[in-house]
């Protein structure tokens, strides 16, 4: 696209350089491919069954992992649900199948740990502009959002440590914790990929 500026009787011409057709195809395809899965049952679905069936094999799941992919593939209220739903599923099997103790300590902690993935999960949803467009931005935004999910999520966690006193968890423990979910965030996000990466191929064969 070319403009030209009148300027002491001479022609000034400036070339500014706008999208072609191929960078509006990519980012449509992209916006288009995201939506087909925010929007869809499925993955959902899918993001609660895996979150739940976790319960069984870890005390408590990696629930900031979770709330980082449901907040960057689903829209904002299936990543709420989703989250909510994979947190309530862990309390549930754990006050049933592991007995957890019936007592203030233990429903503090639970409480704690669900308003932490609920604050979590929706300040990911919030979704920066530089996200929504192109692989680069979203892999960016994944990664801040479980690096920044874990540190306020754990963060809530030792205050209420704090407050309620013992149950303080060591540096060894926190860092396993977040291996862990850095582990989930890779493995679900991969899965996520794999599925955008084969609608956008079959968008674009039409």
């Given at each position: 696209m070319k403009s030209k500026i009148e300027k002491s009787g001479k022609s000034l011409i400036i070339s500014t350089k706008s999208p072609t057709n191929s960078d509006l195809s990519r980012l449509n395809l992209w916006q288009a491919s995201w939506k087909a899965i925010a929007n869809s049952i499925w993955w959902q679905v899918c993001l609660i069954a895996v979150g739940?069936?976790?319960?069984?094999?870890y005390p408590h799941v990696p629930l900031v992992s979770f709330a980082a992919v449901a907040g960057n593939t689903l829209t904002r209220k299936k990543a709420l649900i989703s989250?909510?739903?994979?947190?309530?599923?862990?309390?549930?099997?754990?006050?049933?199948?592991?007995?957890?103790?019936?007592?203030?300590?233990?429903?503090?902690?639970?409480?704690?740990?669900?308003?932490?993935?609920?604050?979590?999960?929706?300040?990911?949803?919030?979704?920066?502009r530089f996200s929504r467009y192109n692989w680069q931005g979203y892999l960016?935004?994944?990664?801040?959002?479980?690096?920044?999910?874990y540190a306020i999520y754990q963060g809530s966690i030792l205050a209420i440590a704090q407050l309620m006193g013992g149950h303080e968890l060591s540096s060894t423990i926190l860092w396993s914790i977040f291996v862990k979910d850095v582990i989930w965030t890779v493995a679900l996000a991969a899965?996520?990929?794999?599925?955008?990466?084969?609608?956008?191929?079959?968008?674009?064969?039409?």
């Amino acid at each position: 696209m070319k403009s030209k500026i009148e300027k002491s009787g001479k022609s000034l011409i400036i070339s500014t350089k706008s999208p072609t057709n191929s960078d509006l195809s990519r980012l449509n395809l992209w916006q288009a491919s995201w939506k087909a899965i925010a929007n869809s049952i499925w993955w959902q679905v899918c993001l609660i069954a895996v979150g739940s069936a976790s319960s069984v094999i870890y005390p408590h799941v990696p629930l900031v992992s979770f709330a980082a992919v449901a907040g960057n593939t689903l829209t904002r209220k299936k990543a709420l649900i989703s989250a909510m739903s994979i947190w309530f599923a862990n309390q549930l099997y754990g006050f049933t199948i592991r007995q957890y103790p019936h007592t203030l300590e233990s429903f503090t902690w639970g409480i704690a740990m669900g308003v932490g993935t609920l604050l979590v999960t929706w300040l990911v949803t919030l979704r920066p502009r530089f996200s929504r467009y192109n692989w680069q931005g979203y892999l960016i935004w994944l990664t801040a959002s479980v690096v920044g999910g874990y540190a306020i999520y754990q963060g809530s966690i030792l205050a209420i440590a704090q407050l309620m006193g013992g149950h303080e968890l060591s540096s060894t423990i926190l860092w396993s914790i977040f291996v862990k979910d850095v582990i989930w965030t890779v493995a679900l996000a991969a899965v996520h990929g794999c599925i955008l990466v084969a609608i956008s191929k079959r968008s674009r064969s039409f």
